[in-house]
């Protein structure tokens, strides 16, 4: 199986997580191979600054001035293999404050928000070696474990409502789209091809669920109805899309794509049409989401020869770094921003 990270989620061959998670199916199991998504979610900040401030990038590869941050905007969950295995951490919205939330020798990935800001949904291989889906406090406490067999379950994402996790299983022989109640119960195949079929988000209003799949021969995005109905593909392709992420409003869904001959962040209206590339540097650049007001996107980019955090504002410009470190810095997803009466 071969796809991408989205944000952490989108699964491709050449993940290190994906390659990571294959090895230790193969050990338990010897059976098929799979490869994780480094599922991405999402940023927030605000415009542009005037002055220059340039990092330190490859030859030929632009600088962006910093986008200076607002307040009140959240956390950032994200995955780190800093401290020798991929764990979850979060940190402030201007990069600070890093902090490993999971704790402990397996490899935890794929966070995802509830829709209140206060729990996170992700996978582990804590329980056995296999990918498990768990949910936790947003500090990483009173840990629940929502699946529990010997396949793999990835890429979780929260319903708008916070009711239902939508997530990708191999349960059945290959990867399928599957619902669950937001405690685990009454987990329910929405997808049923020949196919691979993953990372799957809620639209906003939860009227959709967008999500990769290669049943055209193609990897492509479709949307369908939340029962597994009404699919329509957006992209149609003959080369490869992936991690798709609505934005907070519902008209627009970015992705990454190979179709300019490497990784880029596109930027699509929900239809599929205007498509448009926002990054248009060499290096690879995926994992995109938006921020809770739809003004930046965050995502994963290879400039600084490991993977790393930036932000860009939404037409892609202003593109800032947030991690600086020489392991690898994958899945950010932006902590919802609640408002209290």
């Not at 329980?127 to 889906?133: H, K, L, Q, S, V």
Request: net charge negative; with cysteine.
């Amino acid at each position: 199986m071969s796809y991408f990270p989205r944000s952490h989620a989108i699964i491709y061959s050449g993940s290190i997580l994906n390659q990571l998670m294959r090895k230790e199916k193969e050990k338990l199991m010897k059976k098929t191979e799979i490869f994780l998504i480094t599922v991405i979610l999402i940023s927030a900040l605000s415009g542009c600054g005037k002055e220059s401030n340039p990092i330190s990038t490859p030859t030929n590869i632009p600088t962006f001035p910093p986008i200076p941050l607002g307040e009140e905007i959240g956390k950032i969950a994200f995955v780190s293999d800093r401290d020798g295995n991929y764990e979850i951490y979060v940190m402030n919205a201007d990069g600070s404050n890093q902090t490993n939330i999971t704790n402990n020798i397996s490899h935890d990935v794929h966070p995802d928000w509830s829709p209140d800001g206060q729990k996170i949904v992700f996978v582990s291989t804590r329980d056995g070696g296999f990918a498990e889906i768990y949910v936790m406090d947003a500090n990483g406490d009173n840990l629940i474990r929502l699946t529990n067999n010997s396949w793999v379950d990835l890429a979780p994402n929260w319903s708008p409502d916070g009711r239902k996790i939508v997530f990708q299983s191999d349960r059945d022989g290959n990867d399928e789209i599957y619902v669950m109640d937001s405690d685990g119960s009454n987990q329910t195949r929405l997808t049923n091809v020949d196919t691979q079929d993953y990372t799957p988000v809620w639209s906003p209003d939860g009227s959709k669920i967008a999500f990769g799949t290669k049943r055209n021969g193609n990897y492509d995005i479709y949307v369908m109805d939340p029962s597994g109905s009404s699919l329509v593909n957006l992209t149609n392709k003959s080369t490869g899309d992936f991690d798709p992420a609505w934005s907070p409003d519902g008209r627009k869904i970015a992705l990454y794509s190979n179709r300019d001959g490497n990784r880029e962040i596109y930027v699509m209206d929900a239809d599929g049409n205007n498509q448009t590339n926002l990054t248009n540097i060499s290096e690879y650049e995926v994992s995109p989401n938006w921020s809770p007001d739809g003004r930046i996107i965050v995502f994963i980019s290879y400039r600084d020869g490991n993977s790393e955090i930036y932000v860009m504002l939404a037409d892609g410009s202003c593109q800032t770094r947030l991690t600086n470190n020489p392991d690898r810095d994958l899945s950010p997803v932006w902590q919802p921003v609640t408002t209290t009466p």
